[in-house]
Nanobody
Framework: QVQVVESGGGLVQAGGSLRLSCAASGTIFRVNVMGWYRQAPGKQRELVASMTLSGDTNYADSVKDRFTISRDNAKNEVYLQMNSLNPEDTAVYYC??????????????WGQGTQVTVSS
């Protein structure tokens, strides 16, 4: 079994910062790609940032130069440092982990989501 657990969401003023954390645990052999997605009400879920085992990163244009993704491979954790937040960043943020289990199943696992609200 694999579990993905997020934390760090909350309410913040425009211009402020938040740090999201996500931990994957369970019968894990390897976590290949970890990433963050977000979804606002009535809108499509979109990729925010992702990171490979080797450290390659991808960012949505809307967050590039403001958000930074990082990960601790030994702990199967991924983080999202969000700076210069604005109300357009308000959404539910989801963690996704591309996991190879100890029984050689490969699946993308989702966290439960954490609410980020930015006030103007």
């Amino acid at each position: 079994q694999v579990q993905v657990v997020e934390s760090g969401g909350g309410l913040v003023q425009a211009g402020g910062s938040l740090r999201l954390s996500c931990a994957a645990s369970g019968t894990i052999f390897r976590v290949n790609v970890m990433g963050w997605y977000r979804q606002a009400p009535g809108k499509q879920r979109e990729l925010v940032a992702s990171m490979t085992l080797s450290g390659d990163t991808n960012y949505a244009d809307s967050v590039k130069d403001r958000f930074t993704i990082s990960r601790d491979n030994a702990k199967n954790e991924v983080y999202l440092q969000m700076n210069s937040l604005n109300p357009e960043d308000t959404a539910v943020y989801y963690c996704n982990a591309d996991v190879v289990t100890t029984t050689w199943r490969t699946l993308g696992y989702w966290g439960q989501g954490t609410q980020v609200t930015v006030s103007s």
